[in-house]
């Protein structure tokens, strides 16, 4: 299995002196972690940072995302960034189909999809975000939802090396309740088995991502269960001591 990634989402947060200093204490931290053995380490900060933070961390291992792109390549789209604008500041990585994006802008798995193959097109590694809410949870409709988005919001050819989904449960984004262990690893084991109906052995490459109000004391727990490749995080990834203490529980 790959190296485990653990990925920040810094949502609308940071203007430049506070995202410059959440930059700058990251890069003292890997760099005294120097030699360990360890995640790959994604931050996604808001557009408006993400040339700044990709330039103060350029040449460290530490890698820069959007949290959202357009499905288009440049245009007439007020106030949407394309992927290869995000590429051109650095960018590898884009988080797509959070479930903000999906309820705060009415975002359909084929939206989701579009923007998929967008930014694969320019280069991008897209991590691709499902989850259900509490209401489908408590009615036993979790993996008939999350299997909805899978098949919905993957295009064909998505399941290679570097391919990315993050089971992000709505009820645990920013709530402080994380899913059970055991939850998890049945979400995580229905999510592969679902990638491999889709694409067949490769979606065996697939890396799963746990999201959901991860912290340093819950991570090497959640990190060790089978399946999870790693974890998208909120709220602790703006803490950059708490960030690192999840990167340190990572394998
Ligand atoms: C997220 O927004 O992707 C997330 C998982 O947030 P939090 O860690 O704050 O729950």
Not at 1 to 23: F, P, V
Request: glycine content about 12%.
């Amino acid at each position: 299995m790959s190296r485990q990634m653990i990925a920040g989402n810094w949502k609308m947060n940071g203007l430049t002196a506070e995202a410059d200093a959440l930059a700058a204490a990251l890069l003292r931290g890997v760099g005294e972690r120097a030699g360990a053995p360890g995640a790959e380490l994604l931050v996604c900060p808001p557009f408006t940072q993400i040339a700044a933070v990709s330039r103060l961390l350029a040449g460290s291992d530490i890698r820069v995302g959007g949290q959202d792109c357009s499905m288009h390549e440049k245009g007439a789209h007020t106030g949407d960034v394309s992927p290869s604008m995000l590429r051109d500041l650095g960018a590898t990585h884009v988080i797509l189909g959070h479930s903000e994006r999906r309820q705060n802008h009415n975002e359909l798995d084929e939206t989701v999809r579009e923007k998929c193959v967008a930014a694969r097109r320019a280069g991008l590694v897209p991590i691709v975000c499902v989850g259900e809410t509490a209401e489908q949870r408590s009615a036993d409709g979790h993996e008939e939802t999350v299997g909805w988005q899978l098949k919905g919001s993957l295009p064909d050819g998505f399941a290679d090396e570097e391919a990315i989904v993050a089971y992000e449960p709505v009820w645990a984004i920013g709530t402080g309740r994380t899913a059970t262990a055991e939850d998890v690893a049945a979400m995580h084991g229905f999510i592969r088995a679902e990638l491999k109906r889709q694409f067949s052995e490769s979606g065996e490459k697939v890396r799963i991502l746990y999201g959901g109000s991860v912290n340093a004391g819950n991570a090497a727990t959640l990190l060790a269960i089978p399946e999870v490749g790693g974890a998208l995080v909120g709220g602790a990834s703006l803490k950059p001591d708490d960030f690192l203490q999840i990167l340190s529980a990572a394998q």
